[in-house]
């Protein structure tokens, strides 16, 4: 769409646009923690399930990280990114507030949103979002972490609320996530995310 105008889409314009692929992100306060555990992590996807609408909105992949989080999604309806991403994370710090007795923002902002606008950086940031915890040392191999679409693309566990065949991975994922060293300079620079 934006590609034949050569100008690249302004937020609104990628909240109201349909059929793009987007790169959805956010952190904690100060990059403070906004996971404390396995329940918060599973109450946010959780929440994510509850006010995902398929018909809306493809997840394509994410990654819950102890301070922040990524989506790649397909927006199939205008402002569906949107609407789920105020529901989720308005209830979600809600709950954090209410159960650490704690009062304020949760999140540093609201979301933000990176246009992937070549099919082919799909699966470089798939790659990149898998490979976040490996990064943040808190694993040795992407698939070990509980709390990313990592063991869906690998079979390891069902797909659940993602759309895998949007993707349509016909690679060895295994092997493309061992062999594809630093992703993110791989990356168009507007694609990166600064942490």
Not at 5 to 31: A, F, Q
Not at 34 to 46: E, P, R, T
Request: with cysteine.
């Amino acid at each position: 769409m934006w590609s034949e105008m050569k100008t690249w889409p302004n937020r609104s314009d990628l909240i109201g646009s349909t059929n793009e692929i987007l790169h959805c992100y956010n952190r904690g306060v100060n990059k403070q923690q906004i996971f404390f555990g396995h329940d918060f992590y599973a109450l946010f996807l959780s929440l994510v399930e509850t006010f995902h609408s398929r018909d809306e909105l493809k997840i394509l992949a994410y990654c819950l990280m102890p301070n922040h989080f990524h989506f790649l999604f397909r927006q199939v309806r205008a402002f569906a990114l949107s609407k789920l991403m105020e529901k989720v994370c308005g209830e979600y710090a809600k709950s954090v507030n209410q159960v650490c007795q704690r009062v304020g923002h949760l999140f540093q902002r609201r979301y933000g949103i990176k246009w992937v606008w070549r099919g082919s950086d799909v699966p470089l940031l798939l790659n990149y979002i898998h490979q976040n915890p490996v990064k943040g040392g808190l694993v040795e191999l992407p698939e070990e972490w509980a709390y990313s679409s990592c063991r869906e693309y690998l079979n390891l566990r069902p797909a659940g609320f993602l759309d895998l065949d949007i993707v349509n991975v016909k690679w060895d994922y295994h092997s493309f996530l061992k062999a594809s060293g630093d992703v993110e300079s791989q990356l168009p620079c507007r694609a990166r995310f600064r942490e």
